[in-house]
């Protein structure tokens, strides 16, 4: 027996430590050199010069040697058979107990319960060429042990790649065992679904995410392949059992990120179940063993039954599979639906919004945006106005992600009280506090659903969104999804969708209310009602006109009090509508303690006016006619409807206009970027005249591309390794202006 050719079908990159020694100590038992075993531990990639002659030295003999048969037993646990053993197929090798065909209505053949091919050899060739690349390490298993009553396969052989083992395969001459090893015909023999690297079998030894496993033991053969080819599934080899299932290995294709294969597992196996192929759950591990074609289970074969069937890679699947489930409604002819109109849903906002649709309400900061939405609240759940607009009566959800807790209800009660509201049907507002609990709105919208539904609200609020946006808000195909997902909302849930979002920066009266709301146009044209706030500049005089009639309105009060049903003949009305009468009038009448609190609240009166401030409220409205423009004072916490129509005639344009910087040359911005960049530089630099260009990242408050980007343009820098400096031709002096 030459233990050197068993070694040729044994890679020491396969066989663990322990047995590396074993072999060292048999082969010098049995009469050989240190050197066969240095040449044969070579190819092992954990393979350090010098080490086996210094094992060697340790080898000194014991009474129950290691020996040749140790090897023998080493390799054939690896896979190794010794030559002319035969192989354990029988030669009547379509004498199996399949009859008939497996069904299958559809345009594929049907398949033939028993192997075609009297050629075992030859189906594990197609087999291994049809899932692997010639220079991918493939693990098989041919070897069992017992436990409990079971057969049950071992760890197996992993060291030889697709290539190798078809070049073995092809010059056997039909002893399949001579390459792969003799299989226990009780249990079959398997192979590992995904290429592996050549070190072990487990799932960080997976080179390529390329296959998973689909099986399902709950149906019959024949339900199991109709299913498989219905769904059409990327099927790169349909493996007959032997048992009671069909091995489908299906194209994942995520190379090597296994967070790609894990979310396209989940994908496959849910689609599957959804259609009635129930999965075993295990089949996800990329490791997993699978049967392999050729080999004897018992009384019946493991065969190939099709190759290349369904789609050609995941991504056409899924294409297919989603173009068939998208659960899209029908095309439907106006000739069936001219005599029998659906009827349009009730105005939840009179002449603003529809109940289940979408309203969105833009403004900058310190609009009262959140005041707005309150009184909005407050208007549905009671059934009451809303800047003028009559509310339909409904249970409403106030999501708020953006005031603590206790200031959100405390803020509710300041609006019920500012409106002058009676909270009888407060029942019907509800509160969700989810501050510093917010999540991405694709995640949100489940749990809102569920809340919806269960509690039939008849519209939701949320304040603001810019707490769940998901993705690039300028994006538009991003923002496309994200509005998508308050479609999905109105529809499940059956109500309306309201929310507020922030304006872009800079100057706002020179644009079109829809072009105000930051970021992409998607959100000012999603919803089925915009309802944008701009500031109004307010002057000097009006606002002192403003202050006059609060304080004759606290005066009013004062003299009221003390005059009685003298008031009318002592106050004209005129007196009533001057400041200086009026004021007059109190002191006339009033007692100085009196005259004293009468002023505080006339102090009061001229700090709100001070701090009022002036909005218009314009729509762009899908379901109704656009309505005039409505004028408000935010007197905190509420807006009052400007009745006397001092606001009516402001132009907003005319503070933008006037404050409006005068338009740069390009020249005036390329010097511009080149100081900042000369100031970020001196400011960063080190005593070596170097700076990280990070450092100027958070200097200019830019990405790293634009530093780089104006470094260039500049000409005086030279940059690399996330460094900068000065080119040795320039100075700082020199650099502060144009290169």
Sequence with gaps: MNLLEILGQLPASECTYEE????????????????????????????????????????????????????????????????????????DYTQIDYEGIISYEGEAEPVKKRPVSRDPVSEIIKYLRARFEPDDYIGYVTSVYETDGKLAPTRGSWGRTAGQIIDLLEKCKGDIGSVLGDADPRAGA????????????????????????????????????VLMRELALPIVTLTHTGGKSLHAICHIDAGNNRELY??????????????????????????????????????????????????????????????????????ISYDEMKDHLPPLRPALIDGVLRCGHKMLLAGPSKAGKSFSLISLAIAIAEGGEWLGFRCRQGKVLYINLELDEASCWNRIAEVYKANGVEAKNAKNLTVWNLRGRSMPMDKLAPSMIRRAKKAGYTAIILDPIYKVITGDENSAEQMSHFCNVFDRICRDANCAMIYCHHHSKGMQGGKKSMDRASGSGVFARDPDALLDMIELPVSEQLRKTREDKAVCAVCKEWLQRFLGDRYGDTVSLDDEQSRSRMMEHCRNYLKSNSMTLMQKEIQRASAMVSSQTAWRIEGTLREFPRFQSVNVWFEWPRHIIDQTGALKDVNPDATWQQNFPKRKTNEERKQERKDGIMTAFSSAADQNGEADIKDIMTYLGVSENTVRSRLKEHGGFWFGDGKCGLKASSKIGDLSSDV
Excluded at 26 to 50: C, F, I, P, Q
Excluded at 77 to 82: F, Q
Excluded at 190 to 213: F, M, S
């Design 20 to 91: 590396w020694v074993q072999v060292g100590m048999a082969l010098k038992h049995e009469g050989y050199t240190v050197s066969d075993w240095n040449t044969w531990s070579m190819a092992d990639s954990r393979y350090k010069a010098g080490n086996c002659a210094k094992k060697w030295e340790s080898f000194k003999g014991n009474a129950e040697p290691v020996t040749a048969g140790t090897i023998v037993q080493i390799a054939k646990d690896h896979g190794w058979t010794p030559p002319h053993s035969g192989n354990s197929y029988s030669d």
């Design 262 to 331: 894990r979310q396209r597992v989940a994908y496959m196996f849910d689609v599957c179940e959804k259609n009635g192929l129930k999965i075993d759950k295990n089949c996800k591990n990329p490791s997993r063993l699978t049967r392999l074609p050729g080999f004897q289970r018992g009384e019946n074969w493991q065969y190939l039954v099709d190759t290349n069937i369904g789609k050609a890679s995941f991504e056409e699947w899924k294409d297919y599979i989603e173009e068939i489930t998208d659960d899209l409604p029908d095309e």
């Design 190 to 225: 398997w192979i590992r679904v995904n290429p592996l690297d050549g070190k072990g079998i487990k799932d960080e030894n997976v080179t390529d995410y390329r296959y998973v496993l689909v099986e399902s033991d709950s149906l019959t053969i024949e339900q199991q392949n």
